[in-house]
Every structure is written in structure tokens, then in C-alpha cells.
T-cell receptor
Framework: GAVVSQHPSRVICKSGTSVKIECRSL??????MFWYRQFPKKSLMLMAT?????????EQGVEKDKFLINHASLTLSTLTVTSAHPEDSSFYIC?????????????FGPGTRLLVL | SQKIEQNSEALNIQEGKTATLTCNYT??????LQWYRQDPGRGPVFLLL?????KEKRKERLKVTFDTTLKQSLFHITASQPADSATYLC?????????FGRGTSLIVHP
């Protein structure tokens, strides 16, 4: 099946620093990638939709200047949490969309645990 | 607005029994529906997709049904094992933006 990787898997940073998370589709090209945030025992919360070569589309309530998304190629999207604060601590998951016979399946990365001190 | 409902309470069953999880949706007419498994601290993993013209889909010990009249999908795990313990998410498909239910936690006791 399709494989999506995320890096790093875990990161601890100081308040005020920026953190970059990479999402790669390893064996397929993904024109669309999605970024989610998940709180403990809660559902996935879609943050933004990332399209290759164009600006990301952010969901309501998600600050685009806070969460910078770059989709530079068909296999790589990055999420940068700028000037991170403790409330940004969370589990961030990306997914890449693979369309087959008109059906889109989301293939998820393993997630990145961010802890801001 | 579109809404997906999954049992919020955890489902506890004994090993060897069949687990049945429910996904109800409203204000949707999905062309297909997907089920994912998520383990703690991990991203979801795709399990099965069932199309609107399919009543039932099977994969090993997994079975999914899709009733477009009731707007409901049932997810069954037969001969359940402790290793099946996880959170299971349903996701009606067909729209551009993926939407997931909050998931149902399944705990299989040995």
C-alpha cells in the first residue's frame, strides 16, 4: 500500500522557536496533502489542505501565519509552526491523497508529537 | 451541516467474540465510505472502502456494511483478538475535504 512518512516523529522545543515538520509520500505522487491536529482522545481536526504548487487552504480558526505550509513537490509538504507556544503542543498528522478509480483514500503519516516548553 | 456519529463510549468485548462498530452520517450522500484504524500515538491506517452500490465488503476477519437508506455503516471484526484493540474511524468519502468521525475505541479483553 501507499506509504507516507513524517519527520520528526517527536520534537521538543523552547517557546518562541519555530519547528518544521515534513510529510513525504514515498511511493506515489500526491497532488493534495492534508494536515491535521489531534488532541488526546479527540478526533482528527483538519487544519489545512495543501496543494502542490499553490497556496494552502486553511480551515476556519487556523492561523495561516502561525502554521506555514509549503507543498513544494508532488511528494513533499512541510508544516512550520512559527513562534511556538506551549498551547501549540499537540500531535500533528499529515495525510496524502491517492486517487484510484475515482476514489480518494487518505494515507496517513505516523504523526509528529510536538512539545513546546 | 454534515455530521458523522460514532459511539463515543469504548466498546469492551471478550476475545473471540464479534465486535460491531457503528457509523451514522447525516446531510451526506457519500459515494463511498472508508474505515481506518488508529493506535495511540500513531496516524490512522486505512482498512476498507465500501462503495454506495455495495451492501457488504469483507477482508479477512473484517466485514463492513453500507446502508444508504439508513445512512449507516457497520464495521464488524469476527473472532476478535486483543491485538484488535484500537480506535476505529469512519470517513464518508466523495467530497474534496476528508471528514472523519471521532472514532470508537475498541478494547478486546483476553
Amino acid at each position: 500500500g501507499a506509504v507516507v512518512s513524517q519527520h520528526p516523529s517527536r520534537v521538543i522545543c523552547k517557546s518562541g522557536t519555530s519547528v518544521k515538520i515534513e510529510c513525504r509520500s514515498l511511493d506515489f505522487q500526491a497532488t493534495t496533502m492534508f494536515w491535521y491536529r489531534q488532541f488526546p482522545k479527540k478526533s482528527l481536526m483538519l487544519m489545512a489542505t495543501s496543494n502542490e504548487g499553490s497556496k494552502a487552504t486553511y480551515e476556519q480558526g487556523v492561523e495561516k501565519d502561525k502554521f506555514l505550509i509549503n507543498h513544494a513537490s508532488l511528494t513533499l509538504s512541510t508544516l512550520t509552526v512559527t513562534s511556538a507556544h506551549p498551547e501549540d503542543s499537540s500531535f500533528y498528522i499529515c495525510s496524502a491523497s491517492n486517487r484510484d478509480r475515482g476514489e480518494e483514500t487518505q494515507y496517513f503519516g505516523p504523526g509528529t508529537r510536538l512539545l513546546v516548553l | 451541516s454534515q455530521k458523522i456519529e460514532q459511539n463515543s463510549e469504548a466498546l469492551n468485548i471478550q476475545e473471540g467474540k464479534t465486535a460491531t462498530l457503528t457509523c451514522n452520517y447525516t446531510n451526506y450522500s457519500p459515494a463511498y465510505l472508508q474505515w481506518y484504524r488508529q493506535d495511540p500515538g500513531r496516524g490512522p491506517v486505512f482498512l476498507l472502502l465500501i462503495r454506495e452500490n455495495e451492501k457488504e465488503k469483507r477482508k479477512e476477519r473484517l466485514k463492513v456494511t453500507f446502508d444508504t437508506t439508513l445512512k449507516q455503516s457497520l464495521f464488524h471484526i469476527t473472532a476478535s483478538q486483543p491485538a484488535d484493540s484500537a480506535t476505529y474511524l469512519c470517513a464518508p468519502g466523495g467530497s474534496y475535504i476528508p471528514t472523519f468521525g471521532r472514532g470508537t475505541s475498541l478494547i478486546v479483553h483476553p
